[in-house]
């Protein structure tokens, strides 16, 4: 089914003088390391995880002659994925004017950016030419917003910092856009370390009434060292040997569907590119490497474009 090269929006564009050109193109951000308030992190209401695939099979009824079914496991959320399914007719899935791959058991899988509108459009053509149109409401969530009234500081990329990171983010995006037939994105993830959580999904500060990027992953304070493991089933789009200047050593999965995490400052990868994971299997250690001030694991994800809360995957941290 899904074996092909598809390149999905990222920009290897570093503009002198903006952070943004940062925040965009990269895993992360290079200044997310900077703690938010414990106060406001802890009136955030988590996510709950979305359910496995596994709970949908049992919705389509097993007749093979179900005709014309559009079935969604759960509501949508900022920042979440969604999980469907559709009846063996089913031709295509369009879904905010984007083609979607459909599994060949009628499963499909939808991601929703940090920032996705409140509403969305499925249609589904089935081979009668019947089309199914579907509006998704999206909820809200609550961002962890703190405006300081201080300027942002202007960042400037010298000409050497530019010439060492145009070819990592090559590497990045050329890795976000290979897309395996992994099966991970079906499988309820699990947390890779578990730990304090030191900075959330989201979280965002307004300088001065000027929006700065917004933390694009989760992060885990663990000591340097501590194992991995992959939260669901992968293929290895990327190892980093050598540390990327932001990410350190870089470890990048593809789930399937359009699906990916990216795993960064590790001290140690375990793993080589084109290598399939298991969900559960130790991957590397955390660290501190690239632009990091402390050991943690930052874990970011995608959909396609869409920028996900890893926490919308696995559910709360256990304690
Ligand atoms: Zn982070």
Redesign the pocket.
Known sequence: MVSRLIMVGASALVLIGSGYAFDNAAV?DGK??VPVKAATESSLDAPAASPAASELQNDIAPDAAATEQLLLADTASQGGVLLGKVSPDAVAIEFDGQNIDIADDGNFLLGFNRDAANQALLRVTFSSGRVESRTLIVNPRKWNIERVNLPRRKRTASAAFQKRRAPELERIVAARAFQSDSQGWRQQFIWPATGRIS?RFGNQRIYAGVPGGY?T?V?IARANGTPIVAPADGVVTLAARKPFSLEGHLLMLDHGMGLNSAFLHLSKIAVDEGDSVKKGQYIGNIGSTGSATGPHL?WSMKWNAARLDPMSLTGPMPQ
């Open positions: 992360d997310s390391e900075g933390h992953g992060d930052h």
